[in-house]
């Protein structure tokens, strides 16, 4: 069985519904998946009053946080964090940034990898934090599964590099029919290619 580790942070919320989503649809695809959250390095004092960041936080604080060992039993890793600037979140980079000792062992490489992202905004930096994201999935020596065009669906999200939510301005938008297809497309098509490189 092909295992499958997504592992993402999540701000408000919206990469912690596209992780549960993506978890859903590789468990459907045949894998066993393991859902880890990266944990928060801000102090909760600091984001009080965001009403869904502290939400976020109370709902996932006590789950098991992302360590490299997840990466390391995986098969297929898919990755998510928020855009800041055009680039991934800082905890979440704190988090790549302690992977230094196990890449060095390559205990990263050879592995199938997708991405997954959000921001405020349609042009918001989602496509440059994808692909920021990947480069340093070939340092890992990672096997790139974006999703491509590789389904009609493709065309509907618009996103070849991964998938990407737009939460809008307030923070409020839920995933649509089209971000959650591309989530299920990509679930299935990095497991099924996981397999295939274990085969």
């Known amino acids: ?3 499958l580790a997504v592992i993402y942070y999540s701000a408000t919320g919206h990469g912690t519904k596209m992780a549960e989503h993506l978890a859903k649809a590789g468990e459907r695809a045949g894998a066993e998946v393991k859902v880890r959250h990266i944990a928060e390095t801000r102090n909760p004092q600091a984001f009080a009053e965001n009403p869904a960041w502290s939400a976020n936080y109370q709902a996932t604080k006590d789950l098991p946080a992302a360590t490299g060992d997840d990466i390391v039993w995986a ?13 991934t979140a800082s905890p979440f980079q ?3 940034d302690s992977l230094g000792g196990l890449w060095a062992q390559g205990k990263l490489a050879d592995k199938a990898y997708a991405c997954y992202t959000s ?3 349609t042009h918001g930096g989602q496509e440059t934090t994808l692909v920021g994201l990947y480069i340093s ?3 890992f020596g990672g096997v790139l599964v974006p999703p491509g065009y590789t389904d009609g ?9 991964g998938v990407s939510h737009v ?13 959650l297809a591309a989530l299920d497309h990509m679930a299935t098509r990095i497991v099924t290619v996981a397999a295939k490189l274990a085969a």
């Not at 098969?75 to 680039?87: E, K, L, N, Q, W």
């Not at 301005?169 to 839920?174: H, I, L, S, T, V």
Request: zero cysteines; a negative charge; charged letters at 20%.
């Open 75 to 87: 098969d297929a890793v898919i990755f998510g964090s928020p855009t800041r600037f055009a680039s």
């Open 119 to 121: 921001s405020q905004t």
């Open 167 to 179: 939460t809008g301005p307030d923070n409020q938008n839920d995933l649509d029919d089209a971000t």
């Open 137 to 139: 999935l070939m340092h």
């Open 1 to 3: 069985m092909t295992k």
């Open 153 to 161: 669906l493709k065309f509907a999200d618009g996103n070849p590099y």
């Open 94 to 96: 704190t988090f790549m």
